[in-house]
């Protein structure tokens, strides 16, 4: 398989690749030969390699000894928290639960077997999130002490991503910035600071930034995903989360990110947290999210009933979405229809 990116851009990239079977290690690095590619079989050696060296990714096994992958990535997080981590199984049945690997601190996994062309793929969209971290850290790097400066590089910047997201697929083209304008109708409703009213914004204008690290043929399927691809898909919350790890001056916009697919009752992803545990923004932004999808036309199907909307959020109110802020939009829809509508039309 041939990859997008160029030969010389992958070759400045270092991988280490870590797996207690030495066979696994050499397919690896034939199917990696484009890139510069390190084959550590002793965990303990490889979580010391991380320490020592840099690198750009890690292909992690997840059943090795004396440390399985997910205590691999424990100690790792503790020094590192920058290292872009797929997590690879040999077998789906050995896998550790969903459950698990969206609570660990990684970016992506894949099955090892016949999947090399999907782990390919899962590499390539990998180092494209690593190299919007390095322009972060380089514009961090050279406006330190310019935070007025700082902020407006930063968006410029990630704002070229954001749109470089939503142009690979024409239905979802201004969904950030209708999330964005919903949000904050929301945030005046509920007496936010200004302060809030400002990460709220930016939070919800970058809160799918991680789909730039989804392979394409995944996000633009016209078809129903397959439950693996569904999985890579809830990925793009924690990876969103990682691209920005290093934008310290918008910290706040993170959790806005990494949690708005939490669900009030606990069975959102990424990290199941429930009620007020949900940061308060990202609960926001999750109802505001979730209305835009359902009133926005898709390849499959077209716009929904406002109506039938509505109906939706009244029900999913206490389980999908917090009840206040469900309440406070309800009233929205209800009071104010032409600020939303005027929305609409605008973006």
């Not at 270092?14 to 510069?36: F, P």
């Not at 990998?126 to 919007?132: I, M, Y």
């Not at 390095?134 to 007025?148: F, G, T």
């Amino acid at each position: 398989m041939r990859l997008n990116m160029a030969n010389t851009e992958m070759s400045k990239y270092k991988i280490i690749a870590v797996d207690d079977e030495i066979g696994i290690i050499d397919s690896l690095k034939v199917y990696l030969h484009n890139y510069t590619i390190v084959g550590v079989t002793d965990p303990v050696e490889a979580i010391e390699r991380v320490k020592n060296e840099h690198f750009d990714l890690m292909l992690l096994d997840y059943i090795m000894s004396p440390f399985h992958g997910d205590q691999v990535v424990e100690e790792i997080r503790k020094f590192n928290k920058d290292l872009y981590i797929l997590l690879l199984t040999g077998h789906k049945d050995l896998a550790p639960p969903l459950e698990t690997i969206r609570k660990l601190d990684i970016q992506g996994y894949c099955e090892k077997s016949d999947k090399f062309d999907q782990l390919l793929l899962l590499i390539e969209s990998g180092l494209k999130s690593v190299e919007q971290m390095n322009m972060i850290k380089e514009i961090n790097k050279k406006l330190s002490d310019s935070k007025e400066l700082l902020e407006k590089s930063y968006l410029e910047s990630i704002e070229i991503l954001r749109n470089t997201v939503e142009a690979k697929d024409v239905y979802t083209k201004g969904h950030s910035d209708r999330v964005s304008e919903y949000s904050l109708l929301l945030g005046e409703r509920l007496n936010l600071t200004p302060e809030e009213m400002k990460t709220l914004r930016i939070g919800a204008l970058f809160h799918d930034i991680g789909k730039i690290g989804i392979p394409d043929g995944i996000l633009l399927k016209n078809g129903k995903l397959t439950e693996d691809e569904y999985s890579e898909i809830k990925n793009h919350p924690s990876i969103g989360a990682h691209i920005l790890s290093d934008a310290t001056i918008f910290a706040d916009i993170i959790p806005i990110v990494k949690h708005h697919h939490e669900r009030y009752d606990g069975r959102g992803y990424p990290s199941k947290l429930a009620g007020s545990d949900i940061p308060l923004l990202a609960r926001i932004v999750a109802v505001a999210d979730t209305f835009d999808a359902m009133t926005s036309r898709r390849a499959y199907r077209g716009a929904l009933d406002l109506d039938y909307v509505k109906k939706e959020i009244e029900t999913c109110s206490g389980t999908q979405f917090d009840p206040v802020i469900a309440k406070a939009f309800l009233n929205i829809l209800e009071t104010e229809e032409h600020k939303i509508l005027d929305i609409q039309r605008k973006v």
